[in-house]
């Protein structure tokens, strides 16, 4: 898989990242075994992007830092071989409460020193403030991760889901190096602010859930089809009227798909890879066959016809955005 530089401070990453997440919580029950062998067959396929966080299935089978274990046992014989990428700033998740943040300087201290434990690792590549705490000035917790910079404790520093006045602020205090946010051809908010905020300050755009959560994948077209436990569920997107109004969406992503003998999620995932070389989307799965998939996207070239018609749909689409 080709190498590309992730930002304007030097970090050298795959086109492609994998993103842990799912192997831990949020779609239905995970498997270690498989979620393993996932981690290790994107090291043999070229992927050197591995995106996880401290809050990542904490009421999982390991408890608080669950996906971060998991990623380190993975990774145990394998450090050199990655850009090992984690967060903070998300303290726990309880459904119906929302996000409990944190964002003072003590706390991202602590965090850092409790994830490099739980990875058992002596530094981390790519460190991301994941959220905002409202109660704190983004200035304060990227004044401490650029500490852990100075400390050889982190690398490089990133943010999550940042508005693009806040990208700005924190810039200032130390180079940012990427942003993480959502991006596909259903979730094209970025574009407006972000986008050509992080552009115009050399930040590199690292989008998760580049397939829509699945839906663009043409596999999700009932809730009633999601596991009990699946958040999807709980998602507005995810409601039956909505999935019916971006239907259009997967219908001219699956015409093209035809054309060009591949899957549709492949299809999606290109459009998200033909939008920038500064783009570096992290799909999740937590299974090799999908994995596999995934990363064949990334040698898929799109026509501009293509990018026009898909363009066209998704942004005509009603309901795509929400």
Not at 216 to 244: C, I, Y
Not at 257 to 262: C, I, L, Q, R, S
Not at 289 to 300: C, F, K, R
């Amino acid at each position: 898989m080709r190498q590309v530089t992730l930002g304007s401070q030097g970090l050298k990453v795959s086109q492609q990242g994998l993103g842990c997440m799912g192997m831990s919580q949020s779609y239905g029950v995970g498997n270690d075994v498989e979620s393993i062998r996932t981690i290790h067959r994107a090291l043999e396929l070229g992927v050197t992007l591995i995106d996880t966080a401290n809050v990542y299935g904490a009421t999982g089978l390991y408890g608080v830092g669950a996906n971060e274990k998991l990623v380190g046992h993975a990774l145990r014989e394998r450090r050199d071989e990655v850009v090992l990428a984690t967060k903070c700033g998300i303290v726990d998740v309880k459904p119906g409460a929302g996000m409990q943040l944190r964002g003072d300087a003590e706390y991202v201290r602590r965090c850092c020193d409790e994830s490099l434990q739980r990875l058992g690792v002596d530094h981390i590549d790519l460190y991301y403030l994941h959220r905002v705490d409202p109660k704190v000035p983004v200035e304060e917790s990227i004044g401490a991760m650029s500490e852990l910079v100075a400390a050889g404790k982190i690398r490089y520093v990133g943010v999550s889901e940042l508005p693009a006045d806040e990208l700005e602020r924190a810039h200032a205090v130390h180079p940012i190096t990427a942003v993480q946010s959502e991006y596909s051809l259903w979730s094209r908010g970025l574009e407006e602010a972000v986008l050509p905020t992080a552009r115009r300050l050399g930040i590199g755009l690292v989008p998760f859930s580049p397939l829509g959560r699945g839906f663009l994948t043409g596999s999700v077209t009932s809730r009633d089809e999601l596991d009990a436990n699946d958040m999807r569920r709980g998602m507005p997107r995810f409601e039956q009227h909505n999935l019916d109004a971006n239907q259009r969406i997967v219908d001219i992503i699956k015409t093209i798909a035809a054309e060009k003998d591949v899957l549709p999620g492949q299809i999606a995932l290109a459009w998200v890879h033909a939008q920038g070389h500064d783009i570096v989307p992290i799909p999740g799965t937590k299974r090799v066959s999908y994995l596999e998939q995934n990363t064949a996207a990334a040698g898929l070239e799109l026509s501009q016809d293509d990018l026009t018609r898909l363009g066209a749909v998704a942004a005509g689409t009603s309901g795509a955005h929400r």
